[in-house]
């Protein structure tokens, strides 16, 4: 009688399940992006393949989007059980959508952030993958170039230019939330749940081993931007103020160069009162002129002091940065329960 098993290919039953793989988990904010989001997807695929011995987890948190995209992204549900859709109730922003898609990665071993419009290349983000095996904490994407325009880029430069002399941590010129962070970088980062949210400065301020990796960014593969300029001013002043207390540093200066200009005209004024009377006209000119100015720049510096009063009731209110509609992870039928997260 033939045997009924080979005992070549017994199982010891003293061995212990076998290791599990390294997992790696990507953060995918989308808002708006039906366009090309299958297209993302396929060369993310494509990319993470090269790596067969790493487990690959897709968080897609939609941000509120106002087009078809979380259809596309429950249709990549369905066809990959790797994806992870997270959707908002409304539109929460960028910053809040990574902060979601952080919250969600509590297991994974490392987590890539990146957007979807396919301006960061795939794979680079496995580039990232071989330096954090190498012991880097944090590898954050260098822009070596960028398919902006003229424009965008002069508003870049003089962004950069301003952070690095006025933010209190050291934050580095020409880099996005293109970045990959090690599991206890994510608990740190985690941590951090201001409403006025500016990941790459909170990533710089909690530390840990940073590197650069240097890269060329591509032009978008379909549809538009979602940062306008109005939204771009927004999320510099917010990088400014919550990593920097330079603007109330400089009112003080100001108030005391003025007020020294005040104390030199006024004795050249009594001068010329008492030496040259003659000469002496009545300056109702200069008066109006000085005075509209000071008022002007007494206007300015409250606004100033009162963007940092402001920030302080947003957080002193302490709500939830985000409310999800749909969560579709673990079993194919998903969780769809609403819930808030602080």
Request: hydrophobic share 45%; net charge negative; aromatic share 10%.
């Amino acid at each position: 009688m033939a045997p009924t098993h080979d005992e070549d290919h017994e199982v010891d039953p003293q061995a212990g399940p076998p290791p599990a793989r390294t997992t790696i988990a990507y953060v995918l904010p989308v808002y708006d992006e039906e366009a090309g989001l299958a297209a993302f997807h396929a060369a993310l695929v494509e990319a993470t393949a090269t790596r067969p011995d790493l487990a690959f987890e897709f968080v897609y948190v939609d941000d509120g989007s106002r087009d078809d995209s979380l259809a596309h992204l429950l249709k990549l549900r369905a066809d990959d059980d790797r994806v992870t859709v997270l959707s908002f109730s409304r539109n929460f922003g960028h910053q809040v959508a990574v902060t979601a898609g952080l919250d969600a990665c509590t297991e994974a071993d490392a987590v890539i952030i990146m957007d979807t419009d396919l301006q960061d290349p795939p794979p680079v983000s496995l580039q990232m993958v071989e330096m954090w095996e190498d012991g880097v904490d944090v590898v954050f994407a260098q822009r070596r170039s960028r398919q902006d325009s003229r424009f965008k880029r002069a508003t870049a430069f003089g962004f950069y230019w301003l952070l690095d002399r006025m933010a209190d941590t050291e934050i580095p010129r020409n880099v996005g939330d293109f970045r990959l962070m090690d599991r206890k970088v994510v608990a740190e980062v985690s941590r951090y749940r201001e409403q006025d949210r500016f990941l790459r400065g909170i990533v710089a301020h909690v530390g840990f081993r940073q590197e650069a990796l240097l890269f060329d960014r591509d032009p978008r593969f379909a549809g538009e931007t979602g940062y306008p300029l109005r939204k771009m001013i927004s999320f510099a002043a917010s990088g400014i103020v919550g990593f920097s207390t330079a603007p109330l540093r400089w009112i003080s200066r100001l108030g005391f160069a003025i007020s020294a200009f005040s104390l030199l005209l006024a004795l050249y004024v009594l001068g010329v009162r008492l030496l040259r009377p003659e000469s002496s006209v009545p300056g109702w000119a200069f008066l109006g002129v000085g005075m509209f100015l000071l008022s002007g720049l007494q206007l300015i510096m409250m606004g100033v002091i009162g963007t940092y009063l402001g920030r302080v009731y947003v957080e002193a209110k302490d709500r939830p940065l985000y409310s999800l509609a749909l969560t579709a992870r673990g079993p194919r039928d998903g969780d769809t329960t609403p819930r808030s997260r602080r």
